[in-house]
């Protein structure tokens, strides 16, 4: 399967423990985002790379929350101090200029990790 | 305010049905439109993007209105299998980010 891949797929964890999600996007996929999704809520932007920049992280995200994507390639979501409230889907998603052959560009995204925290 | 706004459903229709979801932005700057859908539990995936004129594929058809600054998406001969949360998207100039709407859920009725 080359779609994108993310885990764990659950995450159980007590508040104020660490957790770290990690995606892995399809590999000619230079673009890559990560949302969370709570119930009845559509996808929240959280941050953007594009290869191993960081172009773009939610002014809502606080200093707890960290992404990496050392290599251009899988990204890492560290949660530092969990809080019962972010508890949510985190969403990996990942393109590509040249996926939608045209204007528009389509994001792929994986199946998610769904944090409970406890 | 916030960006993007959906009438969040339920809506429920009968099978055959034309049903039509509006969506409103508030920033004049976004430039792509789209149209997602997520069934239940399920990652969303790309249903259609919006382009100025307009456009159609197969039972969907999706329309700008820049003006108003709302998209709309209309299904004809709803099927039960378009069951789904429909969220609008849109992507506005100067950020990388896609800013999603809360989605309108569609439940189609035999």
């Known amino acids: 399967d080359t779609g994108v891949s993310q885990n764990p797929r659950h995450k159980i964890t007590k508040r104020g423990q660490n957790v770290t999600f990690r995606c892995d996007p399809i590999?000619?996929?230079?673009?890559l985002y990560w949302y969370r999704q709570t119930l009845g809520q559509g996808p929240e932007f959280l941050t953007y790379?594009?290869?191993?920049?960081?172009?773009?992280k939610s002014r809502l995200l606080s200093d707890r929350f960290s992404a990496e994507r050392p290599k251009g390639s899988f990204s890492t979501l560290e949660i530092q101090r969990t809080e019962q409230g972010d508890s949510a889907m985190y969403l990996c998603?990942?393109?590509?200029?040249?996926?939608?052959?045209?204007?528009?560009?389509?994001?792929?995204f994986g199946s998610g990790t769904q944090l409970s925290v406890l | 305010r916030k960006e993007v706004e959906q009438d969040p459903g339920p809506f429920n229709v009968p099978e055959g049905a034309t049903v039509a979801f509006n969506c409103t932005y508030s920033?004049?700057?976004?430039?792509?439109f789209f149209w997602y859908r997520q069934d239940c539990r399920k990652e969303p995936k790309l249903l259609m993007s919006?382009?100025?004129s307009g456009n159609e594929d197969g039972r969907f058809t999706a329309q700008l209105n820049r003006a108003s600054q709302y998209i709309s998406l209309l299904i004809r001969d709803s099927k039960l299998s378009d069951s789904a949360t429909y969220l609008c998207v849109v992507k506005t100039s100067g950020t990388y980010k896609y800013i999603f709407g809360t989605g309108t859920r569609l439940k189609v009725l035999a």
């Open positions: 998603a990942s393109s590509s200029p040249t996926s939608t052959g045209g204007r528009a560009e389509k994001l792929f």
């Open positions: 590999s000619e996929h230079n673009r």
């Open positions: 790379f594009q290869n191993e920049a960081q172009l773009e």
């Open positions: 919006v382009y100025s």
């Open positions: 920033n004049s700057a976004s430039q792509s």
